[in-house]
């Protein structure tokens, strides 16, 4: 079974620049996420898709951030325009609509470094 | 209330200790508990989970100690080998018509051969 997949792995940019990642499930996976890990932190969590709908962006920075899930499967997160904070790793992850347990499978990451 | 907090930060135990991490939270609305382990450069992996409905779970080396009452948990990994070596993630989750997870900073277990 193929992984979550993410690209770029990396991307350097200027601060006021853009830059957008992009994410593939698990095939038939309903539940997508994406995370921002700045370095010695845990994920967390920046908006959640459940099919093409969004489950909660509350902690998303919509003046800044963006994303979307096309045909409920591959997403998208853009930031436009970055700023230095926005330096950290991106994760998406994906999972099947549970019930009691929830199992996220994450890909490897993009690093983004804005200077 | 919405944090979950975790100790310690870094974790030194020599080869075939118990390595020992904690978890509290505050939000008695969690109800699914898991740890991930991240290798460097890899994205998290669930290691093991557990529900408020039981106070342990094991998986072969891998334990989880809930105390409801107290809103802690911990991991507990038995005969700690190198290959452990990484950054361990307590969760809690809330299932609110899909689970929204909250992580704790991280622990980062070094295990000396």
């Known amino acids: 079974e193929a992984g979550v997949a993410q690209s770029p792995r990396y991307k350097i940019i200027e601060k006021r620049q853009s830059v957008a990642f992009w994410c593939n499930p698990i095939?038939?996976?309903?539940?997508l996420y994406w995370y921002q890990q700045i370095l010695g932190q845990g994920p967390k969590l920046l908006i959640q898709f459940q099919n093409n709908g969004v489950v909660d962006d509350s902690q998303l920075p919509k003046d800044r951030f963006s994303a979307e899930r096309l045909k409920g499967v591959d997403s998208t997160l853009k930031i436009q325009p970055a700023k230095l904070e926005d330096s950290a790793v991106y994760l998406c992850?994906?999972?099947?609509?549970?019930?009691?347990?929830?199992?996220?499978?994450f890909g490897p990451g993009t690093r983004l470094t804005v200077l | 209330q919405q944090q979950v907090k975790q100790s310690p930060q870094s974790l030194i135990v020599q080869k075939g200790g118990i390595s020992i991490i904690n978890c509290a939270y505050e939000?008695?609305?969690?109800?699914?508990f898991p740890w991930y382990q991240q290798f460097p450069g890899k994205g998290p992996a669930l290691l093991i989970a557990?529900?408020?409905?039981?106070s342990e779970k094991k998986e072969g080396r891998f334990t989880i100690s809930f105390n409801k009452s107290a809103k802690q948990f911990s991991l507990h990994i038995m005969d700690s080998q190198p290959g452990d070596s990484a950054t361990y993630f307590c969760?809690?989750?809330?299932?609110?018509?899909?689970?929204?997870?909250?992580f704790g900073a991280g622990t980062r277990l070094f295990v000396k051969a």
């Open positions: 939000n008695t609305a969690f109800d699914y």
């Open positions: 095939s038939g996976h309903a539940t």
């Open positions: 969760a809690a989750a809330q299932n609110t018509g899909g689970f929204k997870t909250i």
């Open positions: 557990i529900r408020p409905d039981v």
């Open positions: 992850a994906s999972s099947l609509v549970g019930v009691d347990t929830d199992t996220q499978y």
